[in-house]
């Protein structure tokens, strides 16, 4: 393992130079990069300063594919907490980022939230992005931004799901702020957008979250790439969508195919059970038909 240089210092100084006001919250950074080695990927490169952490890679099986969990050992974001990580995947890398609970958001009298991911997958490459849900507390303030870059023949599987609060404590879309931003883009070009921010109206003491009000998670499955055979797409998504037939009332989706090679599955559910039941049958469902891997059983520590 080759520990990768620290950020400039200069980046560092103007943190400090910041005023009082302005420095409320920590600053986390975590740059990670993977390389194919024979028949497995390995971890190339890292750095990270706190509250980023992240575990070594564990090979689950013997597909060549690198669990990495991500973790926040605070316990969760604070006013003022701005987090970035960047990942890299050399070409033909196999990669499944996830977290070993769920991302907390707690409450900010003024200052957000703010995290972003930046992720690129070279030629070949496969990424599956599948952390817990980010559960906003009563009076949080998040700001959230993924980016994911894509080149010639990379394959992507993102899960990205938000609770609507503390529901045991009655906090249903009481935060006070959600920005939420997905960017994918391919090597010929073609992106998607999937984009909300969600804040009360003036004077009043919750969100109106629409139609998704009714419901207890809202959550994304996206599986993109321009190297994706469009018969096994096809085929994938006649079964996908059987899959989500088979919860009514628990759970509601839709698949769209986007203008990038792939599809987009949205999802509303009413409980945290029928939300991981869902996302474990999707997910087994394309592992299973488009690569004839098995879902591996997950260490979360």
Not at 168 to 176: D, K, L, N, V
Request: charge should be neutral.
């Amino acid at each position: 393992m080759r520990i990768a240089t620290p950020p400039a210092r200069g980046r560092i100084a103007s943190d400090r130079s910041k005023g009082p006001a302005e420095l409320v919250g920590r600053v986390g950074d975590l740059t990670i990069a993977y390389e194919r080695r024979g028949v497995q990927t390995v971890l190339a490169r890292s750095y990270s300063r706190s509250p980023w952490h992240f575990f070594p890679p564990i090979d689950l099986d013997d597909s060549g594919c690198a669990y990495t969990l991500l973790l926040n050992p605070s316990g969760g974001l604070v006013a003022g907490d701005h987090l970035s990580l960047q990942a890299t995947l050399g070409p033909d890398c196999h990669v499944l980022f996830s977290t070993p609970s769920a991302t907390k958001v707690y409450r900010s009298l003024a200052e957000p939230s703010c995290q972003t991911i930046d992720l690129v997958v070279d030629r070949g490459a496969i990424l599956e992005w599948l952390p817990e849900p980010t559960i906003p507390y009563a009076g949080s303030r998040f700001h959230q931004t993924i980016r994911v870059r894509l080149e010639s023949q990379a394959t992507l599987l993102l899960w990205d799901a938000i609770a609507s609060g503390r529901i045991a404590r009655g906090e249903r879309w009481a935060f006070s702020s959600l920005a939420n931003e997905i960017r994918i883009t391919t090597s010929s070009g073609a992106s998607v957008l999937e984009r909300f921010h969600l804040a009360p109206a003036a004077g009043a003491e919750t969100v109106d979250p629409g139609l998704a009000g009714e419901w207890d998670y809202v959550a994304n499955l996206f599986l993109l790439g321009d190297g994706l055979p469009a018969e096994k797409v096809k085929q994938l998504t006649d079964i996908l969508a059987d899959i989500l037939a088979n919860q009514p009332g628990q759970v509601l989706g839709g698949i769209s195919e986007p203008a990038a090679p792939g599809f987009a599955i949205k999802l509303l559910a009413n409980s945290a059970p029928a939300l991981g039941a869902m996302q474990a049958a999707l997910w087994t469902a394309v592992r299973t038909h488009l690569w004839g891997l098995s879902v591996p059983a997950l260490r979360r520590y």
